[in-house]
């Protein structure tokens, strides 16, 4: 699958160089054996991203992410064999909650992708969350650099069950994908404190259920409102004739086909991260199938619309940039605490603190000095 060859860069052993060949061969088990040096932290796995980062860029990041029980596997998987029927190779990455006896990854959404995890196109991954809050595990998105290196066209990212603040898998997609279900309850809300300013596709899934439709439109006056269209295809309400003023606006629309719904040029529903792209509200009924092409057709609507708006390589940077302070920020506190003597320094600290003679901020003043003199 890969292709290519990669320079050995200084701190990668001869075990890992050779892994690297193994990797840049399109070894499947090289693949494995790579995303555990870079998930578990081990020795090596900063050199092994350095060297693959050239590499980076190839793969479409789709992040999909919902409240628990919004069906995100079923629909993972349904959205997998889709990608796969038109020929595209496909790797998952699911954040499973961590298993309170190991700590690992319950594997429960591999179980629930079935045979999706047998097709030679797809690789599939677990990764338990291990207490990290923002929906994803501290390293999804190293794993996601290293599947995208090896050559797969799209990286499915599944969040574990999120709420109104885990939001990580914004910084780590190239597109994302909230999932609702009827059931939701107060799913609205929820959006209002950070899933709406996220979502490039909204799916209802299990739409075969009562209230879909009504969420569906729920969700679509939202976006409507906050994109200051809130009267659209509405009907006249308390004897209001809105008539004059929804042709007004259909008439400043571009037709069927052209601008929002082809490329995302209209007036942007949404805001935010999707300023410019008319975010859709589709229904899906993962199990059957049911609405999953539609899915494909507007994640292809919106890459293309990242790629023609420029905001694709935006996004990337930003990305970069967030990878780029995550680094500097672990370095720094391994530096501060272990190899500046940080945790010594508070340990002397302490009886003076304690005493009320210094701050914390006196301390932390010191232990930074150390740090970075």
């Known amino acids: 699958m890969a292709e290519g060859s990669g320079t050995q860069p200084a701190g990668l052993g001869v075990a890992e160089a050779r892994l690297l060949e193994d990797f840049l061969a399109g070894k499947r088990p090289a693949l494995a054996r790579a995303i555990s040096i870079v998930e578990n932290g081990r020795p090596g796995a900063q050199a092994l ?20 029980g919004a069906g995100k596997s079923t629909l993972v998987a ?25 700590g690992g990854a319950l594997l429960g959404d591999r179980i629930r992708m079935g045979e999706a995890s047998l097709d ?5 991954r677990s990764m338990a969350s291990r207490g990290s809050l923002g929906g994803l595990a501290l390293t999804t998105k190293e ?16 969040t574990v069950g999120v709420g109104q603040s885990e939001l990580d898998i914004a910084a780590a997609a190239d597109t994302t994908v909230v999932v609702l279900v009827p059931e939701s309850g107060d799913s609205i809300q929820a959006m209002k404190a950070g899933l709406m300013e996220i979502a490039d596709v909204f799916v ?3 739409a075969d259920r009562p209230g879909a439709e009504r969420l569906a439109r729920e969700v679509e006056l939202m976006l409507h409102l906050r994109a200051g269209r809130g009267m ?14 929804r042709r007004r606006q259909e008439a400043a629309e571009p037709a069927e086909g052209e601008g929002a719904a082809a ?17 859709p509200v589709l229904q899906t009924v993962a199990s059957t199938g049911q609405g999953v092409d539609a899915l494909v057709e507007a994640l292809d609507h919106h890459h293309a619309w990242l790629q023609a708006s420029g905001e694709l390589g935006r996004r990337r940077r930003r990305r970069l940039a967030e990878r780029v302070r995550e680094a500097v920020d672990r370095g720094l506190r391994q530096r501060a605490w272990t190899e500046a003597g940080g945790e010594a320094i508070l340990e002397q600290s302490l009886p003076a603190l304690e005493a009320g003679t210094i701050t914390p901020y006196e301390v932390a003043e010191r232990i930074v000095r150390a740090a970075v003199g």
């Open 143 to 158: 794993v996601a650099d290293v599947l995208d290196a090896f050559g797969f066209d799209h990286v499915l990212i599944e």
């Open 49 to 68: 991203l350095q060297a693959l980062h050239g590499r980076l860029g190839r793969a479409r990041r789709i992040g999909i992410t919902g409240p628990p």
């Open 232 to 245: 659209h295809r509405l009907p006249a309400h308390h004897g209001v004739d809105l008539s004059r003023i």
């Open 78 to 102: 349904a959205l997998t064999t889709a990608l796969r029927a038109r020929g595209d190779t496909v790797a998952v990455v699911a954040v499973d909650p961590s298993s309170p006896f190991t």
């Open 120 to 124: 030679p196109g797809v690789f599939i």
């Open 263 to 279: 490329t995302g040029e209209a007036g942007g529903a949404g805001g935010g991260r999707s300023e410019g792209w008319a975010i």
């Open 204 to 206: 209802i899934n299990k």
